[in-house]
């Protein structure tokens, strides 16, 4: 996954019909700032009224899913959410000249590609994800849905669809990490029960649709076809010749064999972009729907506030990957000046490294008396030395080289770190590393709440033999 925020690198436009109302729309996806999110905007009314991809403006989910503020509202958003998602595409304004998304092929695909076509540009911001820390059910049982989130270090989706249909039976489908969704899920067309289709042209809906934007799937045998000419009037489509092969209304073929639960994944990830963050988690998720969708990305975000009252958690009890004895060998630094306890982790672009401070440090008997402060000058050494084990593990012989600061940049101080404290730093790369030059930034948490940040450069160097 990213861990950078991205936008596109020029805008893209489509013409379509909304799948429900039938109406032409125009919508334009265009870049946008860091942390801007997904908005999308009604220019087709006084104003320009924004409105933002937000869980908590979801006002209905009756065959899609609809956003609205202040009076103004767009519907069947989940397509367009789920494509700029799954591309990793985190900032980006949406405008459209109608209240509902175009449905094209009733997939994302049309979308993706032209995400692909114009490219992702990297933006400066840092990808804010959000992980869940324990399991979180959600169950509704009017509907029969069943959704589980789960600790997992990428965003992964199981899917298992059964509304007791014999022509659908039971299916499954799996996305085991984004990169999957271009392929595998952008896709699979939405579908519907040739049964339920009257009823749904009577309540005023799907006027958009058709057999090219929808798998129409045929539970009984023998349908006279006057009744098929019928529905065709009723659909105003009485120009098409509809005929059932198969399984399905003009034999529409499958792009894979579970492809109706695949598109119940791809609606999973247009809702819960509405959650505002990229999502690190494994869900699971039973007969899902847009109005279980929702309400569990509902649930998320009230999640997400709450674990942010916390702090970010660290596991400090489980082994440690390098021990001080360990830091001696790699580090040329000694006491009073050798301020890393322990390393936690290391990845391919960040380490985490730990600092504990006891009042027999030395700088305590002035700093001051009385009123002991750990100097920031100590704690930003702290932390380049963690960075300096990090440079060091992705070179041979690292007891023969040394880490030299070059600059130092945006470094905030938040709150003073006193002696019991306990200091994790996290730090990642800003760049990749080139010619022994180390760029990274990272934070310093107590109690996980950030203490301090900074950004450094340095540089590795082979100064000893």
Avoid: W
Avoid at 322 to 334: A, G, S, V
């Amino acid at each position: 996954m990213n861990t950078k925020q991205h936008t596109l690198n020029e805008s893209i436009s489509f013409k379509g019909v909304g799948l429900h109302t039938g109406k032409p729309v125009n919508l334009t996806i265009e870049p946008a700032d860091e942390n801007f999110g997904y908005k999308f905007q009604r220019i087709d009314l006084e104003g320009l009224p924004i409105i933002p991809a937000d869980a908590d403006l979801v006002t209905d989910t009756q065959r899609g899913t609809t956003l609205e503020k202040n009076g103004a509202k767009v519907c069947t958003t989940e397509h367009v959410l789920a494509a700029l998602y799954g591309m990793q595409i985190d900032n980006a304004l949406i405008k459209v000249d109608n209240e509902e998304m175009p449905i094209m092929d009733g997939s994302a695909v049309e979308f993706v590609t032209a995400i692909e076509r114009v490219g992702a540009k990297e933006q400066n911001a840092d990808r804010d994800f959000f992980e869940f820390r324990e399991n979180q059910p959600f169950e509704c049982l009017e509907k029969g849905v069943e959704m589980l989130a789960i600790p997992y270090d990428d965003f992964r989706i199981t899917v298992m669809v059964d509304y007791n249909s014999e022509v659908l039976g039971t299916q499954h489908a799996s996305m085991y990490e984004i990169t999957e969704f271009k392929d595998a899920i952008a896709p699979c067309r939405t579908f519907v029960f040739l049964s339920e289709l009257e009823a749904l042209a009577k309540a005023g809906l799907i006027k958009g649709g058709d057999i090219d934007n929808a798998i129409v799937l045929v539970e009984r045998d023998n349908v006279p076809q006057e009744e098929l000419d019928e529905l065709a009037k009723l659909l105003g489509k009485e120009d098409h010749n509809i005929q059932i092969k198969g399984n399905t209304l003009n034999n529409i073929k499958l792009k894979f064999i579970n492809e109706p639960a695949r598109h119940k994944l791809l609606d999973i990830i247009g809702d819960l972009a509405l959650v505002g963050k990229p999502i690190k988690g494994h869900v699971l998720a039973a007969r899902p729907g847009h109005s279980g969708n929702t309400s569990f990305a509902k649930i998320i975000k009230n999640l997400m506030k709450a674990q942010a009252k916390l702090g970010k958690q660290f596991d400090l009890t489980k082994e440690p990957l390098y021990n001080i004895t360990d830091i001696e060998k790699m580090l040329p630094h000694r006491y009073p000046f050798l301020l890393v306890d322990k390393i936690m982790e290391i990845t391919e672009d960040g380490i985490i490294g730990v600092k504990n401070i006891t009042m027999n440090e030395p700088q305590f008997t002035g700093h001051f008396p009385g009123n002991p402060v750990m100097p920031g000058v100590l704690q930003i050494e702290s932390m380049a030395q963690v960075g300096g084990i990090f440079a060091l593990s992705k070179v041979e012989d690292p007891e023969f080289y040394s880490t030299y600061f070059m600059k130092i940049d945006n470094v905030k101080f938040k709150q003073k770190v006193i002696p019991g404290d306990t200091v994790v730093f996290e730090l990642s790369l800003l760049s990749p590393m080139r010619r022994g030059l180390v760029h990274m930034g990272g934070k310093a948490y107590v109690n996980s709440q950030v203490v301090m940040e900074a950004e450094m450069l340095a540089q590795v160097i082979k100064d000893r033999v």
